[in-house]
């Protein structure tokens, strides 16, 4: 098929050429039949063997046309294999590295998590009850912290009662210890006062 201007001219010359070129070998055959060999080898040398030659012409112009576009189009097609190459390597690797980053994230958002509980466990061994238990969804992990925040509020409250329970018992002490105070002075006081009281009796009798 042809598609470009110049390969539709072109053909429309070779169309013209040939009925040229089968006009003059009719005619010549012709006038070889008729035995008229001077005047038909006269036509063969001057416009059957030059119009002939424009034909073969035109017809290897044709085929190097013909030719060239099919060197163009193999050219395109390895250009599309080789974009279509670096383009599936491209997405390969692309592939390799959006799996790696997604590893990635993945193991992260369990070992940080993870990391996190140790470190709150560690922070409640130690005594410290003030740390911040991060929220982490309703997932395993979430599930883990959650369980870590509650027994760290309940520790928090068993040590908030204990300490009340203590100052209580300071307080209470206190008390007694100043209760005994008081009594012991008042008991001295007394026993002063049965002294003085025995020591006027003597007085008295002697």
């Known amino acids: ?24 070998r009719d005619v010549i055959f012709a006038l070889k039949k008729e035995g008229k060999v001077d005047e ?8 059957f063997i030059p119009e002939a030659a424009n034909y073969a012409a035109k017809m290897d112009e044709l085929l190097r046309n013909q030719r060239d576009q099919v060197d163009a189009l193999g050219q395109a097609i390895e250009e599309n294999r080789q974009t279509s190459r670096n383009l599936l390597v491209t997405l390969g690797v692309l592939s ?26 560690k922070r409640v061994a130690e005594g410290d009850l003030t740390a911040t238990v991060p929220q982490h969804g309703k997932d395993e992990v979430g599930e883990l912290m959650s369980s870590l925040a509650l027994m760290q509020s309940n520790l928090a409250r068993v040590v908030t009662n204990v300490r009340r ?10 008390e007694i210890a100043q209760g005994n105070t008081d009594l012991s002075a008042r008991t001295e006081h007394q026993a002063s006062a049965l002294q003085q009281t025995a020591a006027s009796m003597e007085e008295l009798n002697s």
Do not use: C, H
């Not at 098929?1 to 006009?23: P, Q, V």
């Not at 329970?165 to 206190?174: D, I, L, P, Q, R």
């Open 1 to 24: 098929l042809m598609f470009l201007d110049s390969e539709k001219k072109l053909f429309a010359e070779i169309g013209a050429l040939r009925t040229i070129y089968l006009k003059n």
């Open 40 to 47: 038909a080898n006269a036509l063969l040398e001057k416009q």
């Open 96 to 121: 390799v590295a959006l799996a790696a980053l997604f590893s990635w994230l993945l193991s992260r958002s369990v070992t940080v998590p993870l990391a996190q509980a140790s470190d709150l466990a």
């Open 165 to 174: 329970g203590s100052e209580s018992v300071s307080n209470a002490s206190s």
